[in-house]
């Protein structure tokens, strides 16, 4: 799996940085992606699991966007003789900013998209976000009875609910690399993305304990971006 998803993010990677360009001057975007979660919870993480994502965003500049987010996936732990796994559902609201915003660029922006250097278009779609969102939990687990015992004698609890859904912070940090150059920006982009999810209610595994349950989600996707502005 982790061989599969290293290999994916370097070929796309390499066919993207030929032909890169600037972020897109076209102010709605859709894209997909797929990648390996890991789980931050009480039982510790066993190995990379497969989530995949959908999304759209709406670029208020070239450089800051607001979207949504939509995305499912597996989770698993283990240990202490026991085992947890979490199918589940997420979607969230948030907002990047790209390091362009900071950057000296001309007025007319699509001039700056067909000359830009190489090393300004990755480093001006380098960002960071962050958002609000809802999981939905899908867990089955199986718990040694000494186990669960002592998390209960030292003041936690086994969730009885495997399926509610909670409130999550999204925190993100990656590149879109658009490539294809016209007169209004790229149409296509490659996104590379880590995404951290905080959890409120520390029942990503079942467990509620006092540390509250994370986990996070690497992916690569393609973005396609609709329309022109005017």
Same mark, same amino acid.
């Given at each position: 799996?982790?061989?599969?998803?290293?290999?994916?993010?370097?070929?796309?990677?390499?066919?993207?940085?030929?032909?890169?360009?600037?972020?897109?001057?076209?102010?709605?975007?859709?894209?997909?992606?797929?990648?390996?979660?890991?789980?931050?919870?009480?039982?510790?993480?066993?190995?990379?699991?497969?989530?995949?994502?959908?999304?759209?965003?709406?670029?208020?500049?070239?450089?800051?966007?607001?979207?949504?987010?939509?995305?499912?996936?597996?989770?698993?732990?283990?240990?202490?003789?026991?085992?947890?796994?979490?199918?589940?559902?997420?979607?969230?609201?948030?907002?990047?900013?790209?390091?362009?915003?900071?950057?000296?660029?001309?007025?007319?922006?699509?001039?700056?998209?067909?000359?830009?250097?190489?090393?300004?278009?990755?480093?001006? +779609? &380098?960002? $960071?976000?962050?958002?609000? %969102?809802?999981?939905?939990?899908?867990?089955?687990?199986?718990?040694?009875? #000494? @186990?669960?015992?002592?998390?209960?004698?030292?003041?936690?609890?086994?969730?009885?609910?495997?399926?509610?859904?909670?409130?999550?912070?999204?925190? +993100? &940090?990656? $590149?879109?690399?658009?490539? %294809?150059?016209?007169?209004?920006?790229?149409?296509?982009?490659?996104?590379? #993305? @880590?995404?951290?999810?905080?959890?409120?209610?520390?029942?990503?595994?079942?467990?509620?304990?006092?540390?509250?349950?994370?986990?996070?989600?690497?992916? &690569?996707? $393609?973005?396609?971006?609709?329309?022109?502005?005017?």
């Amino acid at each position: 799996m982790k061989k599969k998803l290293v290999c994916t993010f370097i070929g796309l990677l390499g066919i993207a940085m030929g032909t890169v360009s600037a972020q897109f001057s076209r102010p709605i975007s859709i894209g997909a992606g797929a990648g390996g979660t890991f789980a931050l919870t009480d039982l510790s993480n066993d190995g990379a699991k497969f989530a995949f994502y959908g999304e759209a965003d709406y670029l208020i500049t070239p450089f800051i966007s607001v979207g949504i987010h939509g995305e499912k996936g597996k989770l698993s732990g283990s240990g202490y003789n026991s085992d947890f796994e979490n199918n589940y559902y997420a979607a969230n609201v948030n907002g990047k900013i790209r390091v362009g915003q900071f950057l000296d660029r001309p007025d007319n922006y699509s001039y700056y998209t067909l000359q830009a250097n190489t090393f300004s278009r990755i480093l001006s +779609n &380098v960002y $960071v976000g962050a958002g609000a %969102g809802a999981f939905k939990n899908r867990i089955k687990r199986q718990l040694d009875p #000494n @186990y669960a015992n002592g998390i209960v004698d030292k003041g936690g609890e086994i969730a009885e609910d495997r399926s509610g859904i909670h409130f999550i912070i999204p925190l +993100n &940090v990656g $590149v879109d690399i658009p490539f %294809g150059r016209t007169l209004y920006g790229p149409q296509w982009a490659i996104n590379v #993305n @880590y995404q951290h999810t905080l959890t409120t209610n520390d029942n990503l595994d079942g467990i509620i304990n006092s540390n509250k349950d994370q986990y996070g989600f690497v992916s &690569v996707g $393609v973005k396609y971006a609709l329309f022109n502005r005017n």
